[in-house]
């Protein structure tokens, strides 16, 4: 067993494959969240992508370079679908596909605010998460899930299990996100105020992954956000479900299946609560 063991005791015979995928998804984020850490204000070299405010830096391209050459040099016959890249395909399938977002929280990154991560997570043949990793190097804490076995925080050289928000606890907190795009904005704001009656304030932090792990490790008691990609959420919503929390995907093609219609995206919904809370 590797250094993570105790998130795998008690899986049985499925333990070894599942250690396999989640130590090389520690890996994996690890070597993304080691190309932020060299971030150079300087060097950013930023670009807009699909509207203002959406952006993409040198340093997401050479973070997703790196977790897709850690993954591929070890599970060549495996499917990736990266932000950046697209999806890479093997000839030989072998059923694991991985989802990554290499930097979740570009405009974080770009303005200096510390809220922003690499975010690696794989499925099996049948759409299943069976392992998540959420590495944020500005927060130094790896939040990571395996399927069936929980949800933990690696930080300062600790690692705790993860239980999810405190039950009944006054003054809740909720963590959402919206569109760059002014109208789809506007659009989300309507929705968005019914979605937080159970809750007393709101935060808007800039990276899905982290607002998910947050209501794994409880700083946030619920989350929703409207029109996600599945690479925002894919690690995010198993670290959260693993931890207890009640989560909700879309239902929504693979992207490695192809373009995922628009229309559909935007108005599907991810969110993440305590349990017995009204959604």
């Given amino acids: 067993m590797g250094r993570h063991d105790d998130a795998l005791d008690g899986l049985g015979p499925t333990g070894g494959e599942l250690e396999e995928l989640l130590e090389l998804a520690l890996a994996a984020a690890e070597a993304g969240a080691e190309v932020l850490r060299g971030r150079d204000a300087a060097r950013l070299d930023v670009t807009g992508k699909s509207g203002a405010g959406d952006w993409v830096t040198r340093f997401d391209?050479?973070?997703?370079?790196?977790?897709l050459r850690t993954?591929?040099?070890?599970?060549?016959?495996?499917?990736?679908?990266?932000?950046?890249?697209?999806?890479?395909?093997?000839?030989?399938?072998?059923?694991?596909?991985?989802?990554?977002d290499p930097l979740d929280g570009?405009?974080?990154?770009?303005?200096?605010?510390?809220?922003?991560?690499?975010?690696?997570a794989a499925a099996d043949a049948e759409g299943n998460w069976l392992v998540g990793v959420v590495n944020a190097p500005a927060l130094r804490r790896t939040y990571?899930?395996?399927?069936?076995?929980g949800a933990w925080l690696e930080t300062d050289g600790t690692t705790r299990r993860l239980t999810g928000p405190e039950p009944g606890r006054p003054g809740r907190v909720y963590g959402t996100g919206f569109s760059y795009d002014a109208a789809q904005r506007d659009r989300q704001f309507h929705t968005f105020l019914s979605t937080m009656r159970q809750y007393t304030d709101m935060r808007r932090l800039g990276s899905a992954a982290l607002d998910l792990c947050m209501v794994a490790d409880?700083?946030?008691?619920?989350?929703?956000?409207?029109?996600?990609?599945?690479?925002?959420?894919?690690a995010g919503a198993l670290i959260a479900e693993e931890a207890g929390a009640l989560v909700r995907?879309?239902?929504?093609p693979s992207p490695a299946e192809g373009a995922v219609p628009s229309a559909d995206r935007l108005a599907a919904w991810v969110t993440a609560r305590e349990r017995g809370i009204p959604g």
């Fill in 61 to 67: 391209v050479a973070a997703e370079q790196a977790v």
């Fill in 71 to 100: 993954v591929l040099d070890r599970r060549p016959h495996d499917t990736v679908t990266g932000e950046e890249s697209g999806t890479h395909r093997p000839e030989q399938p072998s059923g694991i596909r991985w989802s990554v």
């Fill in 106 to 120: 570009t405009t974080n990154f770009i303005r200096g605010i510390v809220y922003y991560c690499t975010s690696v």
């Fill in 144 to 149: 990571f899930a395996v399927r069936g076995a």
């Fill in 218 to 234: 409880g700083t946030l008691d619920g989350y929703g956000e409207q029109g996600l990609h599945e690479h925002d959420w894919a």
């Fill in 249 to 252: 995907r879309p239902a929504l």
